[in-house]
C-alpha cells in the first residue's frame, strides 16, 4: 500500500518503501518489484497519466537519482534502471509497451 503513496509527499511512505527495497532478507524479486512497480503503481491510468500525475513521476525519478548509487546488488541497480526508464518516457508523454 505503501507504495502508492511513493514519491507524492508522504515521508512516511517514502521512508517504508525505502526500508523494503533495502532490506536484505526480502527475496530480491520482491524488491526489484518494489522498484520497477514504481511506473504504475498509484497513477489513475499508468498507461495514459495525465497531467495531474506528472508530479509524482518526477518526484520518483529524483527518489531513483538520490537511492540507486545504494543498490544492495545487480538486480537492485537493474530494476532502478528499468523504473528509471519508464517514468522518464512518462514524464515526456511516451506511453508504456
Do not use: C
Not at 507524492?8 to 527475496?27: H, M, N, R
Not at 495514459?48 to 546488488?73: T, W
Not at 530494476?79 to 526508464?85: D, I, P, V
Amino acid at each position: 500500500m505503501a507504495l502508492f503513496f511513493v514519491g507524492t509527499g508522504d515521508q512516511e511512505a517514502d521512508a517504508y518503501w525505502e526500508s523494503a527495497i533495502f532490506d536484505p532478507s526480502l527475496p530480491a524479486e520482491e524488491r526489484k518489484d518494489l522498484i520497477e512497480d514504481l511506473n504504475e503503481t498509484g497513477m489513475a491510468d499508468p498507461h495514459d497519466p495525465g497531467p495531474a500525475d506528472l508530479p509524482m513521476i518526477l518526484a520518483r525519478i529524483g527518489l531513483i537519482e538520490q537511492l540507486v548509487p545504494y543498490s544492495i546488488d545487480q538486480v537492485d541497480a537493474n530494476a532502478f534502471a528499468e523504473a528509471y526508464k519508464d517514468l522518464s518516457g512518462l514524464a515526456i508523454g511516451q506511453t508504456p509497451p
